[in-house]
Antibody, heavy 120, light 110 residues
Framework: EVQILETGGGLVKPGGSLRLSCATS????????MNWVRQAPGKGLEWVAQ??????????YYAESLEGRVTISRDDSKSSVYLQVSSLRAEDTAIYYC???????????WGQGVMVTVSS | DIVLTQSPVLAVSLGQRATISCRAS??????????MHWYQQKPGQQPKLLIY???NLASGIPARFSGSGSGTDFTLTIDPVQADDIAAYYC?????????FGSGTKLEIK
């Protein structure tokens, strides 16, 4: 069974930073792309970042609205993916979902999400 | 960026057909591959993949759900609608980065 678990959320002050972690199991992590998608309270879904697998040289892609403030990384030995976000703003307040991605670009498994609140 | 446009709300009666549309600002198809996907999100839950590549049913999804379309115009159909289908439905394109979502359509019961 595919399992995806995000951790690392919480309350952060504006200008601060945090690192979200996503631990996975139940599939061969090395074969898949991984993504982060976020959802602000009461709003729609916003794709944040993607990291591809070794076959694609671990290429990374970012949403323009966050580029320069986010870094996605992965550790295949731990079947885990990470999202480092800096210079946090109130508008970064959201549930952050970790998703497994397929090569044709859809997200076939989602974690439960982790809440990040940016407030003073 | 490719913008995906969805109607915000759709109200249908139980047992009837629901047709949810998604229009892209430019083609999301490459040759015969339609890079449009659909997700369902119930309140308080994470999204779930329903349809990939415009018309392929994801694993475990009932055959009441179907998808169609190509180029810039895509449709998710639920027939017949059941009470358990009350949710928000999002389209998403993977033609190019950033991999944008539509703003979502909330399905309501009349």
């Amino acid at each position: 069974e595919v399992q995806i678990l995000e951790t690392g959320g919480g309350l952060v002050k504006p200008g601060g930073s945090l690192r979200l972690s996503c631990a996975t199991s139940g599939f061969n992590f090395n074969d898949y792309f991984m993504n982060w998608v976020r959802q602000a309270p009461g709003k729609g879904l916003e794709w944040v970042a993607q990291i591809r697998n070794k076959n694609y040289n671990y290429a990374t892609y970012y949403a323009e609205s966050l580029e320069g403030r986010v870094t996605i990384s992965r550790d295949d030995s731990k079947s885990s993916v990470y999202l480092q976000v800096s210079s946090l703003r109130a508008e970064d307040t959201a549930i952050y979902y970790c998703t497994r991605g397929r090569e044709l670009g859809y997200f076939d498994y989602w974690g439960q999400g982790v809440m990040v609140t940016v407030s003073s | 960026d490719i913008v995906l446009t969805q109607s915000p709300v759709l109200a249908v009666s139980l047992g009837q057909r629901a047709t949810i549309s998604c229009r892209a600002s430019q083609s999301v198809s490459i040759s015969s591959i339609n890079l449009m996907h659909w997700y369902q999100q119930k309140p308080g839950q994470q999204p779930k993949l329903l349809i990939y590549r415009a018309s392929n049913l994801a694993s475990g999804i009932p055959a009441r759900f179907s998808g169609s379309g190509s180029g810039t115009d895509f449709t998710l159909t639920i027939d017949p609608v059941q009470a358990d289908d009350i949710a928000a439905y999002y389209c998403q394109q993977s033609r190019e980065s950033p991999f944008t979502f539509g703003s979502g359509t909330k399905l309501e019961i009349k």
